[in-house]
């Protein structure tokens, strides 16, 4: 049997085991382990086994959540609680619930129910990334209906993926390829109705607008049932471990129970919120009531019309437009003969009184963790419509997004005092551009930083110890399927360096090299205070070969280094998971001899390049780490792009754990003591 037959066998043989232990067994496989068997498959350039095991992370992914929800419904049906003053009923209650829980989704899922999934994992399945492998998969494989449905999906979710766009466009001109494969894999529901009677409403079809907008609220109150249920699972507050300390009983069900809370609170934000925005759709769920009571009027169904609206007015109590619509209803119902006893529709009174009950439990919860709790303005209205009629504002069945929390803190240019132009402190360093030439503020580039025979030594450094994916929590390629990327910490380095696998001089001149990075940063920018080490980090990005054809994506998308960059509300928000505490970056490169891998800025809108830089060995850009300088790398397609990437901090209660070691082992270098390595690397990942 020839190679390749062995091959086909042994594939066959793997795929008929998986699928008798999946019949015999019944149980979910764990959808992280599949995905990374397909992420495996895609760099071997294995198509078929990418789009088997990526299908099959999807299934098990949604399989998963389907089961959760159904679990938790079912055993909150089967155990409810009773109106009783005592403790026992109550925590029999809870207890039959756990264990009903355990039982039905070790039934349903298996040992799956118990396995935990790196964030990292769950982000790429929340950003539909295993639909950017399947795209080009089911392209190699000539399955163009398919490909333009994984490609529109991931699409949805990310608008500002260009390599994504240009590959939509080529599908629409290729033969076989028709307007309804482009669907959205991943389509909620409930968003989809109310488009659909936006559109409908938009066009005067108050009838079939009606229908949608009835069909939008019944899988709206579904979803919310779904995504509250997903809430009662393990929660965590930032700089609170609730599980660290010895609570007294109901402290620390009131702890949790608060997060618990808190989660499903946020329903009524992630429900408005669609795929790849970070803002949800402004007064969305009241909408819904706005719009129907007008095609309600106009289908001449007033008392229906009524119900719509004071079902709105729960909402936005005193309206002035929708109470005008209000008494018009009630006196032509009067007119009419018809009783006035009209009352908005109990689903969503009961929906509104339980928000408020939630509210006035999460302060009392807040206040007892010691925790800040402010209420978001969750439905908030964009004021007076103006047309005659006082129907709901649009004109393309898009709605607008806005800020929606208190809590986010808009990040453009930081409290203190902007300054720059300070000494450089190294005579050979020379400033090239500064803030003015690079059109924008806090930006500055610098020449000679280090000389070619000290980019060799790192570039070697670089390619001796990098470990795929260090630095991304073993992603081989965060940012792009197209690119390989590799990393190394400073300790690692020096780790290298005592093991004798890397000459130690080069683990030290890496070490030496990001400490004048940081003086010549805090210098030009004239900063008042300390500037500490963040994060550093030696890193390469190299173009996989066979997969340069017609690029059009970034090595790295624009972002901004220590906020949430939301382009299309033109706005960065300074919250998790952005490192917020990041006050300065700068990235000072090894090279100049691939294609591409421009260092760009940007607008805010992530499109609207303001400056290049062109990687050369020596050449340092630095910038403030703020929504004022959004910046991304562009296709690396041929060679390799290496660099330091520094990431600074004024705060020194977030000063880089590592960099502290790595002090402490240079300072027992000059003193010549032995230093034990083992277990002090600490790699941590970047935005």
């Known amino acids: ?115 935990r999934v790196s964030e990292d994992v769950i982000q790429d399945f929340n950003r539909r990334t295993p639909y950017n ?51 959205d894999r991943e389509a909620r529901p ?6 659909t009677g936006v559109k409908h409403y938009d066009n005067e079809n108050y009838e079939i607008a009606i229908k949608s907008f009835e069909e939008a609220l019944v899988e709206y109150f579904k979803a919310d049932v779904e995504c509250r249920a997903l809430c009662e699972g393990p929660q965590k507050f930032e700089d609170h471990a609730y599980l660290e300390y010895q609570p007294h009983l109901h ?7 608060t997060q618990v809370l808190a989660c499903k609170h946020e329903c009524v934000r992630d429900l408005a919120t669609r795929p790849g925005r970070l803002s949800p759709m402004e007064n969305y769920l009241p909408l819904h009531y706005d719009y129907l009571q007008f095609a309600y009027f106009k289908a001449g169904k007033m008392d229906k019309a009524l119900e719509c609206a004071l079902s709105y007015l729960l909402f936005h109590e005193g309206d002035e437009f929708l109470s005008e619509n209000v008494d018009f209803y009630r006196r032509s119902l009067m007119e009419e ?43 908030s209205s964009s004021g007076g419509r103006e047309d005659i009629n006082r129907v709901p504002s649009s004109t393309d069945g898009e709605l607008e997004y806005f800020p929606i929390s208190e809590k986010r803190n808009n990040s453009l240019l930081p409290d203190r005092e902007l300054r720059e132009g300070g000494p450089l402190v190294y005579n050979n360093v020379q400033l090239v551009l500064n803030s003015e030439a690079l059109n924008g503020t806090q930006r500055a580039l610098f020449e000679k930083v280090i000389t070619k025979q000290e980019c060799q030594a790192l570039q070697e450094v670089a390619n001796t110890i990098s470990i795929a994916g260090d630095g991304y ?48 940063v805090e210098s030009y920018f004239m900063l008042n205070s300390p500037l500490y080490f963040s994060y550093t980090h030696l890193v390469c990005r190299t173009a996989l070969t066979g997969q340069q054809d017609h690029r059009n994506d970034l090595s790295h998308p624009i972002h901004a280094d220590n906020c949430l960059l939301d382009p ?86 977030f000063r880089e754990l590592e960099r502290l070691q790595a002090d402490e082992v240079i300072d027992s270098l000059q003193s010549k003591q032995h230093w034990d390595l083992d277990n002090l690397i600490n790699p941590k990942d970047e935005l």
């Open 133 to 183: 492998f399947l795209q080009l998969a089911y392209y190699k494989l000539n399955q163009m209906d398919k490909a333009a449905a994984a490609a529109h999906t991931f699409f949805v979710a990310n608008p500002e993926h260009m390599e994504m766009r240009q590959n939509l466009e080529r599908y629409k001109l290729l033969d076989g390829v028709e307007e309804s494969h482009f669907l």
């Open 1 to 115: 049997m020839c190679a390749a037959d062995m091959t086909a066998f042994s594939w066959t043989l793997a795929l008929l085991t998986t699928l008798l232990w999946l019949r015999t067994e019944a149980r979910l496989e764990p959808f992280d382990l599949l995905y990374d068997n397909g992420v495996e498959a895609f760099y071997s350039s294995d198509y078929e086994r990418v789009v088997f095991y990526m299908e099959k992370a999807l299934s098990s992914y949604w399989e998963l959540r389907r089961s959760r929800v159904g679990c938790t419904l079912s055993c909150e049906d089967q155990y409810p609680f009773s109106n009783t003053t005592s403790d026992l009923p109550f925590f029999d209650v809870v207890l039959r619930r756990a264990a009903c829980l355990n039982e039905c989704l070790d039934r349903r899922v298996g040992a799956q129910s118990v396995h």
């Open 337 to 379: 003969g018809i009783s006035d006893e009209f009352k908005p529709r109990q689903d969503v009174e009961r929906y509104v009184r339980r928000h408020k009950k939630e509210v006035e439990l999460l302060r009392l919860g807040s206040e007892i963790m010691e925790l800040d709790f402010t209420e978001s303005n969750y439905w």
């Open 190 to 195: 409930h968003q989809q109705a109310f488009s």
């Open 473 to 520: 929590r073993g992603r081989m390629s965060p940012h792009t399927p197209n690119e390989k990327f590799e990393g190394a910490t400073v300790m690692k380095a020096l780790q290298y360096g005592f093991e004798g696998r890397i000459p130690l001089t080069s683990a030290q001149l890496f070490y030496e090299v990001s400490e004048k990075a940081r003086k010549i």
């Open 568 to 653: 299309e509300a033109n706005e960065c928000w300074k919250e998790p998971p952005a490192y917020t505490y990041r006050d300065y970056s700068a990235l000072l490169y090894l090279n100049g001899d691939f294609d591409g891998g421009e260092f760009i800025f940007t607008e805010m809108d992530a499109k609207t390049v303001t400056a290049s830089v062109k990687p050369t060995c020596g050449r340092m850009v630095s910038f403030s780490s703020g929504g004022e300088n959004p910046h991304g790398v562009k296709a690396v397609t041929k060679g390799q792009r290496c660099a330091v990437a520094l990431w600074f901090t004024l705060d020194p209660l």
């Open 251 to 257: 402290k620390a069900i009131s702890d949790h129970y």
